[in-house]
């Protein structure tokens, strides 16, 4: 019995490090891009450009998240930088959605395995989700609207009469703020998120997936959906496992209802949201992507089946894949380890105040 526990805890904690490799890369370089954009860029600008409830802004944002080959781990910091840099939840939560489902490899690879009816569908969706995730974040936030303290945006704060703050400073300061104070809370969450996303994958066999997958009834759908929502999925990574199950003949809209979810939602973005910008958010956003995620799967099933066939084309495919993997980078392995380390560090420094607190009280016990 103890070996057997022994041996679940193992897997467990390898397959929490895998996830962490695969997303550590994106995490430190949301850091570096979040803290440059919280300095560089006036809260001022940011006001003008996203910190409104306009629907203008909301379309700057999906557009803008579309366009960034980031995963739903790496867009964590991004968002957040950018709804503590002044921007509004509509638009943070639209980026924050956006960026993982929808980039350029993703539409490539899409369209190369999984073919044109169901990669328009996919594109489609993936812009017009975070459209409405951003306005029903704008029309339902209330105290969360906007991060404390940047209802008011003024300019960075002069060191000397007289003299602003240089790009340097800015940059130092930028770098400060993503890691001592962004990174330091993120990675508390990621770390606790990639635990419990560890258990899961321990816990939940892809033969189990497989099953759902392989069911378009609308159970099977809701069950997908929220499977989607919890587990770490990369859209670029996972378009050609959902495409081979496609091809053995998986649901179509299962399909997508699986990369809709499981790309733009997991644990530690979850969790991220919930404790840094409110559960009204975290509510919002995982409610009305289940949702439309569960609504997109079931009308393309009703469209496509029965009678869909499937798309591969071999030849196609090796040129979508060969296409497609030159615009995705892939950190090496050293780099992953790196990366993970600094996650790991930053999320024990967060966590050692309150493991130093329980420490002193079972000494004095």
């Known amino acids: 019995m103890i070996i057997d526990i022994i041996e679940i805890l193992k897997k467990v904690i390898l397959a929490a490090i895998d996830i962490l490799n695969g997303a550590s890369f994106w995490l430190v370089l949301s850091f570096i891009l979040a803290g440059a954009l919280h300095n560089i860029l006036s809260p001022a600008r940011f006001q003008r450009v996203l910190g409104n409830r306009r629907f203008s802004s909301i379309i700057k944002a999906t557009l803008s998240g579309m366009l960034l080959p980031v995963c739903s781990c790496g867009v964590i910091p991004l968002g957040i930088g950018l709804y503590y840099s002044g921007a509004y939840l509509g638009p943070t939560l639209a980026f924050m959605t956006a960026t993982p489902i929808i980039n350029p490899a993703a539409v490539i690879l899409a369209y190369g395995l999984l073919g044109p009816q169901i990669a328009t569908v996919y594109l489609i969706t993936g812009f017009l989700a975070p459209v409405l995730i951003g306005s029903i974040g704008n029309l339902l936030a209330g105290r969360e609207i906007h991060a404390p303290g940047t209802e008011n945006p003024g300019e960075l704060v002069e060191l000397e009469p007289g003299e602003a703050p240089g ?31 560890g258990v899961i994958t321990t816990l939940v066999p892809p033969v189990f997936i497989q099953q759902f997958l392989g069911n378009p009834g609308l159970i099977s759908l809701a069950g997908i959906a929220v499977l989607g929502a919890i587990m770490y999925v990369c859209a670029v990574g996972h378009i050609p496992f959902v495409a081979a199950l496609v091809a053995s003949g998986a649901a179509p809209g299962i399909a997508i ?18 404790k840094m910008i409110g559960k009204r958010a975290a509510a919002i956003y995982t409610l009305t992507l289940v949702s439309v995620s569960l609504l997109i799967g079931y009308l393309t099933n009703k469209w496509l089946l029965p009678g869909f066939i499937p798309f591969f084309d071999l030849t196609q495919t090796r040129q979508t894949v060969g296409f497609a993997n030159k615009l995705i980078f892939s950190a090496p392995e050293p780099l992953q380890y790196l990366c993970s380390a600094i996650i790991l560090c930053l999320g024990f420094y967060s966590l050692w105040p309150g493991i130093a607190r329980y420490l002193a009280r079972e000494r004095s016990a």
């Open 257 to 274: 209802t699986f990369l809709m979810t499981g790309a733009a939602t997991n644990l530690p973005e979850l969790i991220s949201i919930y």
């Open 167 to 197: 790009l340097g400073q800015k940059l130092r300061s930028g770098l400060y703020w993503g890691f001592t104070d962004l990174g330091v809370q993120v990675s508390k969450y990621v770390v606790i998120g990639m635990l419990l996303a």
